[in-house]
């Protein structure tokens, strides 16, 4: 049973910086294509950041040069570190395979206050 539990979400100051965990369980997360996901209030949720079984990272525009993914294979943990943030970054984060393919956890709050 794969298990993927988000934390680290919290309120922020814009231009702040807030570091998101994902603990996994049930997926050895190197073998996989893994990402955070994002869910602003009335909007669809979006991929924002993904790192590739190789260690490639790709970004949504809307969070490039600002947001870092990353994993500790060891702690088998996804991070996403992100700085500089805009209210507009305002969303529930969810860890997940980078195409949604597991269930959905209860993700992280982050709230960007102006």
């Known amino acids: 049973q794969v298990q993927l539990v988000e934390s680290g979400g919290g309120l922020v100051q814009a231009g702040g910086s807030l570091r998101l965990s994902c603990a996994a369980s049930?997926?050895?997360?190197?073998?996989?294509?893994m990402g955070w996901h994002r869910q602003a209030p009335g909007k669809q949720r979006e991929l924002v950041a993904r790192?590739?079984?190789?260690?490639?990272?790709i970004y949504a525009n809307s969070v490039r040069s600002r947001f870092i993914i990353s994993r500790d294979s060891a702690k088998n943990t996804v991070y996403l570190q992100m700085n500089s943030l805009k209210p507009e970054d305002t969303a529930v984060y969810y860890c997940?395979?980078?195409?949604?393919?597991?269930?959905w956890g209860q993700g992280t709050q982050v709230t960007v206050s102006s």
């Open positions: 997940n395979d980078y195409l949604g393919g597991y269930g």
């Open positions: 790192i590739t079984r190789s260690g490639t990272t």
């Open positions: 049930g997926i050895i997360i190197s073998a996989k294509d």
